[in-house]
C-alpha cells in the first residue's frame, strides 16, 4: 500500500554541487535551514548576507547594488526603535551608529561583489510575492522594521513583475560570471498573515513567475520543488512546528536529503559521511574528559580531521582556532 505522493527527482547530470564548488544563498528563512546544512558539512558557503530578503525585488535590489557597487548612504537609513536601520536590509542589521551602520553594509556589498565573481552556484530562496512601499520615498522594501504600518503600502508583484524581477538578476550575476548556475526554490513556509487565499497566489505568482524565467534563460538555471516536497510529500501537520507553519526539524531533513540526492555528486556525498562522523565527534560531550579513554578519542578524532583536510584542501575545521 503506498501512503505517500512523491515528486519524481533525478539527479543532475551537469553543474553539481562538490566540495569544489563556492554556494551563496539568497532569499527566506528556508534558504537558511539549507545554508547552515552546506555549512554544518563543511561546503564553501555564505548564507543571506544582508540577512533574510523575502522577496525578489528585495534580492534584486542587493545583488544590484554589490554588482553596480552602489554604496549606502547615510541619508538613505532611517531610525525606529532607537537603532538606524537600512530597508534593504534585515532589521538583524540595526546600529545605534548610523555612520558605523553605513560602513558596515558597504563592507558587506565589497565582499560580496567579490564573492559573486567566482561563486559556483547561487540558491535563491523566494518566499513571497508581497511588498512594502514606503509611502515617503516611494521604495520597496526588504524589511518594514516595525515601523507602523500606516507608512506603508502593500502590493502584490504580478507574474510579469516577478518574471523581469528574476531575469534582472540572471543577467547582472551573468555580467560578472558567465558560468555562474543558479537555482531557485520558494519557501515551503506559508505566510498566513496575507491569508490563506493570499499566500496561495502569492505562491503561484513565484512559481510561475521562475518557470517563465526558466524557459526564457535555459543555460545554467534551474529549479528545485521545496515547497512542492512540503505540500505533497509531507502533507500532515506532524511536519510542522507548534505554530502549524514552519517545516520542523524532520521536514528540513527530508527536504535536504532530496536536495543532497538531487544536486550532490556521489562523490561529495561519500565525503558528506566522513564529515557527519566528525562532527558529531566534536560536538560529543564525555562523562569523564580527563579520562585516558576520552584522550584516546580526541587524538584519534584529530587524525580523522587531518586526514581528511588533507585528503579534500576546501575542508578546514579550524583546529587551530580551538
Same mark, same amino acid.
Given at each position: 500500500m503506498k501512503l505517500q505522493t512523491q515528486l519524481t527527482l533525478k539527479?543532475?547530470?551537469?553543474?553539481?554541487?562538490?566540495y569544489q564548488s563556492k554556494i551563496l544563498l539568497l532569499g527566506s528563512c528556508f534558504s537558511e535551514n539549507i545554508g547552515s546544512k552546506l555549512h554544518y558539512y563543511k561546503f564553501d558557503t555564505t548564507i543571506n548576507p544582508f540577512g533574510i530578503l523575502f522577496h525578489p525585488k528585495a534580492i534584486e535590489t542587493f545583488i544590484t547594488k554589490a554588482?553596480?557597487?552602489? $554604496?549606502?548612504? $547615510?541619508?538613505?537609513?532611517? /531610525?525606529s526603535n532607537e537603532f538606524w536601520h537600512s530597508f534593504n536590509a534585515h532589521s538583524s542589521f540595526r546600529n545605534s551608529d548610523k555612520t558605523e551602520l553605513s560602513k558596515n553594509l558597504n563592507l558587506i556589498l565589497a565582499d560580496t561583489f567579490k564573492e559573486l565573481t567566482t561563486t559556483s552556484h547561487v540558491v535563491?530562496?523566494?518566499?513571497?510575492?508581497?511588498?512594502?512601499?514606503?509611502?515617503?520615498?516611494?521604495?520597496?522594501?526588504?524589511?518594514?522594521h516595525k515601523i507602523p504600518q500606516k507608512n506603508f503600502t502593500k502590493e502584490l508583484l504580478s507574474i510579469e513583475e516577478v518574471t523581469t524581477s528574476l531575469q534582472k538578476i540572471i543577467s547582472l550575476l551573468k555580467s560578472i560570471n558567465k558560468d555562474i548556475n543558479v537555482i531557485f526554490t520558494v519557501s515551503p513556509i506559508r505566510h498566513l498573515k496575507d491569508g490563506f487565499i493570499e499566500n496561495t497566489l502569492s505562491k503561484s505568482h513565484l512559481i510561475s513567475g521562475i518557470h517563465k524565467t526558466? *524557459?526564457?534563460?535555459?543555460? *545554467?538555471?534551474?529549479? /528545485?520543488p521545496s515547497y512542492e516536497i512540503m505540500m505533497d510529500e509531507l502533507r500532515d501537520y506532524r511536519f510542522y512546528k507548534e505554530d502549524m507553519l514552519h517545516p520542523n526539524k524532520v521536514a528540513i531533513n527530508y527536504i535536504w536529503e532530496k536536495f543532497v540526492a538531487t544536486w550532490v555528486t556521489t562523490s561529495a556525498e561519500k565525503t558528506m559521511l566522513k564529515v557527519d562522523?566528525?562532527?558529531?565527534?566534536?560536538?560529543?560531550?564525555?562523562?569523564n574528559p580527563n579520562s585516558e579513554q576520552h584522550q584516546k578519542f580526541l587524538k584519534h578524532l584529530k587524525a580523522k580531521?587531518? $586526514?581528511?583536510?588533507?585528503?579534500?584542501?576546501t575542508i578546514d575545521f579550524h583546529l587551530n582556532e580551538k
Amino acid at each position: 500500500m503506498k501512503l505517500q505522493t512523491q515528486l519524481t527527482l533525478k539527479k543532475q547530470t551537469e553543474k553539481q554541487i562538490s566540495y569544489q564548488s563556492k554556494i551563496l544563498l539568497l532569499g527566506s528563512c528556508f534558504s537558511e535551514n539549507i545554508g547552515s546544512k552546506l555549512h554544518y558539512y563543511k561546503f564553501d558557503t555564505t548564507i543571506n548576507p544582508f540577512g533574510i530578503l523575502f522577496h525578489p525585488k528585495a534580492i534584486e535590489t542587493f545583488i544590484t547594488k554589490a554588482i553596480s557597487k552602489t $554604496e549606502t548612504k $547615510e541619508s538613505e537609513l532611517v /531610525f525606529s526603535n532607537e537603532f538606524w536601520h537600512s530597508f534593504n536590509a534585515h532589521s538583524s542589521f540595526r546600529n545605534s551608529d548610523k555612520t558605523e551602520l553605513s560602513k558596515n553594509l558597504n563592507l558587506i556589498l565589497a565582499d560580496t561583489f567579490k564573492e559573486l565573481t567566482t561563486t559556483s552556484h547561487v540558491v535563491i530562496t523566494l518566499g513571497t510575492a508581497w511588498v512594502y512601499r514606503f509611502l515617503e520615498s516611494k521604495q520597496l522594501v526588504a524589511n518594514c522594521h516595525k515601523i507602523p504600518q500606516k507608512n506603508f503600502t502593500k502590493e502584490l508583484l504580478s507574474i510579469e513583475e516577478v518574471t523581469t524581477s528574476l531575469q534582472k538578476i540572471i543577467s547582472l550575476l551573468k555580467s560578472i560570471n558567465k558560468d555562474i548556475n543558479v537555482i531557485f526554490t520558494v519557501s515551503p513556509i506559508r505566510h498566513l498573515k496575507d491569508g490563506f487565499i493570499e499566500n496561495t497566489l502569492s505562491k503561484s505568482h513565484l512559481i510561475s513567475g521562475i518557470h517563465k524565467t526558466i *524557459n526564457t534563460v535555459t543555460k *545554467n538555471v534551474f529549479y /528545485f520543488p521545496s515547497y512542492e516536497i512540503m505540500m505533497d510529500e509531507l502533507r500532515d501537520y506532524r511536519f510542522y512546528k507548534e505554530d502549524m507553519l514552519h517545516p520542523n526539524k524532520v521536514a528540513i531533513n527530508y527536504i535536504w536529503e532530496k536536495f543532497v540526492a538531487t544536486w550532490v555528486t556521489t562523490s561529495a556525498e561519500k565525503t558528506m559521511l566522513k564529515v557527519d562522523t566528525i562532527q558529531k565527534g566534536l560536538i560529543h560531550k564525555p562523562f569523564n574528559p580527563n579520562s585516558e579513554q576520552h584522550q584516546k578519542f580526541l587524538k584519534h578524532l584529530k587524525a580523522k580531521i587531518l $586526514e581528511l583536510e588533507q585528503e579534500m584542501p576546501t575542508i578546514d575545521f579550524h583546529l587551530n582556532e580551538k
